[in-house]
C-alpha cells in the first residue's frame, strides 16, 4: 500500500503562477481547471457556488467580466486545499498578511513547493524535508503547520480510499476471530 500509494503522489505538481491561465476563465472553467489541477489529492475539491461564496466573501477578488485571472485562480487553488484545515476567517488573514510582504506570484509559488516538499516527505518518496525559501517568518511556520495538517489529512484519504478499493474484508465468525 504503501509504494501505491507514494508512487501516485511522486508525479503530482501544481502549476505555478506563471504557469496558470491568464486569458480569462468563465466560473465553469475555472471549476473544472482547479478540480483538474486538485484531482490526485482525494477529497478535494471546489463548485461554482463556493467560489462564488468565496467572492461574496472577499476572499477573492470579483471576477472580471465574469472571468477569473491567474491572481484569482491562485487563491481558488489554495482556499481549496486548506478550507478543511483552517477557518476561513484565518485563510483571509494568511491572504491579508501575505499581501504586506509578498506578491501573489511569490506567495503562490511558495505554497506550491511547500506542499509538494510536504507531500514528497510525508508519502516517503524522499528522505528529508527540504528548506523552502530562506527566511523564518512566523507567516512561514503557520504556513508549514496548515500544510502538514493538510499533507496528513489528504494522506489519510489516500489510505482510505486505497483500502476501499484494493481490501475485501470478510465479517469475524465469532468474536476471537
Not at 29 to 57: A, D
Not at 115 to 140: A, Q, R, W
Request: include cysteine; hydrophobic fraction near 40%.
Amino acid at each position: 500500500m504503501k509504494k501505491s500509494l507514494a508512487d501516485a503522489i511522486r508525479s503530482f505538481r501544481l502549476p505555478r503562477y506563471s504557469e496558470l491561465p491568464d486569458m480569462g476563465l468563465y466560473l465553469e472553467q475555472t471549476t473544472k481547471y482547479i478540480n483538474h489541477c486538485l484531482e490526485q489529492l482525494t477529497g478535494i475539491e471546489i463548485t461554482g457556488s463556493m467560489i462564488r461564496n468565496y467572492v461574496k466573501m472577499d476572499l477573492v477578488n470579483n471576477p472580471i467580466n465574469k472571468k477569473y485571472y491567474a491572481d484569482q485562480i491562485a487563491h481558488l487553488i489554495i482556499i481549496a486545499l486548506l478550507k478543511n484545515i483552517v477557518p476561513l476567517e484565518h485563510i483571509n488573514k494568511l491572504f491579508h498578511r501575505q499581501r504586506q510582504v509578498y506578491t501573489d506570484e511569490i506567495a503562490y509559488d511558495y505554497f506550491c513547493e511547500e506542499l509538494e516538499n510536504l507531500l514528497l516527505y510525508h508519502y516517503g518518496v524522499k528522505n528529508d524535508l527540504d528548506e523552502i525559501g530562506i527566511t523564518t517568518s512566523i507567516e512561514k511556520k503557520m504556513l508549514r503547520s496548515a500544510l502538514i495538517a493538510l499533507v496528513n489529512t489528504i494522506y489519510l484519504n489516500a489510505c482510505f480510499e486505497f483500502i476501499s478499493v484494493h481490501t475485501t474484508v470478510e465479517p469475524a465468525k465469532n468474536i476471537n476471530e
